[in-house]
């Protein structure tokens, strides 16, 4: 693995809010975190993960931190790692037009921890906190930089969200998808003008909606 980082600093600094939650009585601790609040197209993706008691941990980290090779590394360690528990969600572009971002991204979260087999009994969720969460729960802001479960969220959100995204490059070539993700870099905002805007884009964000007539304009996103 490319990630270089000591091992027992992942044991004993990033376990402390799931060490403090089974202090409380809670056995099954998940991770929550997203991908994709920002980008001009795609979806939002959430991930749950619940780390295995009592096993080496591999150096998780707040997934932007890492390069993607680094990212595709330590997701195939934490899947793979015995009695570990994740689950991803996925809500669509459509989705985030109609309900807005913020609402798509907590329904991809509370998606997410409902999926888990066997269920999580708690939640460590990276950011503020969600309404109407399926288990008890603790937000914490900057919480993949803080939290080994958070941090494995992170990194299995980013990496199925990349690849959902190379594939909307092939079924909608011409806009970089494989290269930018959605994101609103100068080459994808040069093609949605070239172009206009496909299936995937996110219709209420306004370089995109600027092109539409009559498109509904998104506020800012509430954090």
Known sequence: MAVTRDDNAVGEQLLKHEKQAAVRGFSRVAGVDEAGRGPLAGPVVAAAVILPAGVKLPPVRDSKQLSAAERDALAA?????????WAVAVVA????????????????????????????DFALIDGLPVRDFPVPSQAIVKGDAL???????????????????????????????????????????????????????????????????????QLELEL
């Open 77 to 85: 360690a934490v899947v793979n790692l015995p009695g570990v528990c």
């Open 93 to 120: 572009a459509a989705d985030v037009d109609d309900i807005n971002i913020l609402q798509a991204t907590h329904k991809a979260m509370r998606a997410a921890v409902t999926q888990l087999r066997p269920p999580a």
């Open 147 to 217: 939290s080994a479960s958070i941090a494995a969220a992170s990194i299995l959100a980013k990496t199925h969200r990349d690849r959902l995204m190379v594939g909307l490059d092939a079924q909608f070539p011409g806009y970089g998808f494989s290269q930018h993700k959605g994101y609103g870099t100068a080459a994808h905002l040069e093609a949605l003008r070239r172009l206009g805007p496909c299936p995937e884009h996110r219709r209420s964000f306004k370089p995109v909606a600027q092109l539409l007539e009559g498109a509904p304009k």
